[in-house]
């Protein structure tokens, strides 16, 4: 792919690099993205508190189907204990989510803060 810029582009696109410990093409493919709307690229803590947070979503997951085992098999557990359970797991999910949007801000946050000015 090729990219032409203007001279003032190409420097406001290598200083921002730089600052970012980036080369020039992960910057461009990190703004693709983003403009493509498949969202960010994560990286250190982030990313590490992502896949955290992807690990506890799958092991809910496996909670779930482990419930709908039991209620397609015929059995019927208890009412209380079921929705019991059931409801903890909706707060974990909506807990996860809450944790994923403040990671996605602080994301958003640091790439506006990365774009100090308009070329």
């Keep these: 792919m090729r990219v032409r810029l203007s ?4 420097s406001a696109l290598t200083t921002f690099a730089m600052d970012a410990a980036l080369p020039t093409s992960e910057v ?4 693709a993205r983003e403009a ?14 992502i896949q955290s947070t992807i690990v506890q979503l799958r092991k809910i997951g496996v909670n779930l189907n482990q419930i709908a085992r039991v209620l397609n098999s015929g059995s019927t557990p208890g009412y209380e204990p079921l929705l019991g359970g059931i ?5 974990l999910v909506a807990q996860h989510e809450r944790d994923l949007d403040e990671l996605r ?3 958003r946050a640091r790439a ?8």
């Design 36 to 49: 493509a709307g498949l969202g960010p690229t994560f990286e250190g803590d982030t990313s590490k508190k």
């Design 105 to 107: 801000a602080r994301g």
């Design 7 to 10: 001279e003032a582009e190409f």
């Design 112 to 119: 506006r803060r990365l774009v100090r000015t308009d070329v």
């Design 28 to 31: 461009l493919r990190r703004l």
């Design 87 to 91: 409801e903890r797991l909706a707060r």
